[in-house]
Nanobody, 126 residues
């Protein structure tokens, strides 16, 4: 059974940091790309970042470049999203998703991803 479980969300003041974790199981971790997405109330789902063991290339949305860092621990089947310098506009439910084979140019398209977690709420106060 495939499982994708996010954790680490919470309430933080603007300028603060959070680290989200995504633990996956039920498939071969290093054959998949793992993406982070977010959805704020009343807004479209947005691709935030993506990482894959097969190419090692991280991708970021322009809105988070320089502030967020994605990383993975293959031994733990876990992907992390370190979020620094958080802004109120980063407030959203953050989702982790997995897809095989790893998309490149279209990594931010959520419809391409096969497996999704339940989401974790991130709230940034001003």
């Amino acid at each position: 059974e495939v499982q994708v479980v996010e954790s680490g969300g919470g309430l933080v003041q603007a300028g603060g940091s959070l680290r989200l974790s995504c633990v996956v199981s039920g498939f071969t971790f290093d054959e998949y790309a793992i993406g982070w997405f977010r959805q704020a109330p009343g807004k479209e789902r947005e691709g935030v970042s993506r990482i894959s063991s097969s190419d090692g290339e991280p991708y970021y949305a322009d809105s988070v470049k320089g502030r967020f860092t994605i990383s993975s621990d293959n031994a733990k089947n876990t992907v992390y999203l370190q979020m620094n310098s958080l802004k109120p506009e980063d407030t959203a439910v953050y989702y982790c998703a997995a897809v095989q084979p790893p998309p490149v140019g279209s990594w931010y398209i959520g419809a391409l991803y096969d497996y999704w977690g339940q989401g974790t709420q991130v709230t940034v106060s001003s």
